[in-house]
């Protein structure tokens, strides 16, 4: 999985599992956004993992709550 930092004007990719994306941002006060880019050459299956794994361990863990 990756995720990408937004600092200022500066964009670093964070790759990992949810466990260790979610420690990284935490760890870092600059993280005011999460933008989650999807690679073009996965297949469907490719993209429901990876989006279902940001829905479950990390957006919940970073204060994000389904309404």
């Not at 870092?28 to 880019?37: G, H, K």
């Not at 999807?38 to 709550?65: C, K, S």
Request: charged share 25%.
């Amino acid at each position: 999985m990756t995720a990408r930092l937004a600092h200022l004007r500066e964009h670093r990719a964070v790759v990992g599992t949810g466990a260790e994306i979610v420690d990284r941002l935490c760890a870092d006060a600059a993280v005011q956004e999460l933008r989650l880019e999807l690679p073009y050459e996965f297949n469907r299956t490719g993209y429901e993992q990876i989006l279902h794994d940001v829905v479950h361990p990390v957006a919940p863990a970073l204060g994000w709550q389904r309404s």
